[in-house]
């Protein structure tokens, strides 16, 4: 009940404040393992993300880097939601083995695989970190955009696009190059989403 009020509260926030629209939850698989990844703007992009995506997936949980938990609104959120710290810097095993626990029971799991806010498509750094999760619990990776539509409001309006999910199969992960081409196929992915007129939401 708490975790319905509280997701029900955010959406209703990003709503009001920021009239956030969501395009593509149709792609979004109901059960099984999935990692959301998700490029990243700005401290609101957990909050807003996972508000929706629990609309579809009751399972969700979160990685975030651990900064994050000292703020006030954003860490209650987290900490509530079951998030997982993370240290950008020197990222901790117990880091990686929580997440890979989650989904190895099925559930998903929302990651910013570039680890750090990035306002534009510049030098898209590629990190193995979400290929390696995803190969270790066999999940598929849906790549997901969030953007903030340019108008006269200083807040904008908040846009989330879910691309369709990628099916690892496909890549045989037999060396290094395996991992850094997943990696870089979902950075290409998210980037490349384009944001249709309308709402589904």
Known sequence: MLKNLIFCLTRLFFKFFFRIEVQGTENIPQNGPLIFASNHISNYD????MSFIYLKRKDIHVVAKKELFTNPLVGY????MGGIPIDRKNPQISSIKKSIEILNQKKSLLIF???????????????DGISFIAYKTNSK???LKID??????K???????FDKPIDIERYRFSDKQS???????????????????????
């Open 155 to 161: 807040l904008g309006k908040i846009i989330i696009v």
């Open 46 to 49: 957990p909050p807003a993300i």
């Open 179 to 201: 991992f850094k081409n997943l990696s870089k196929e979902v950075m290409e992915r998210i980037y490349s989403l384009k944001i249709i007129r309308g709402s589904d939401v």
């Open 77 to 80: 959120f987290l900490e509530k």
């Open 113 to 127: 695989p570039e680890g750090t806010r990035k306002k534009e498509n510049k030098d898209i750094e590629v990190k």
């Open 141 to 143: 990776i849906l790549p």
């Open 148 to 153: 903030i539509a340019k108008n006269k409001s």
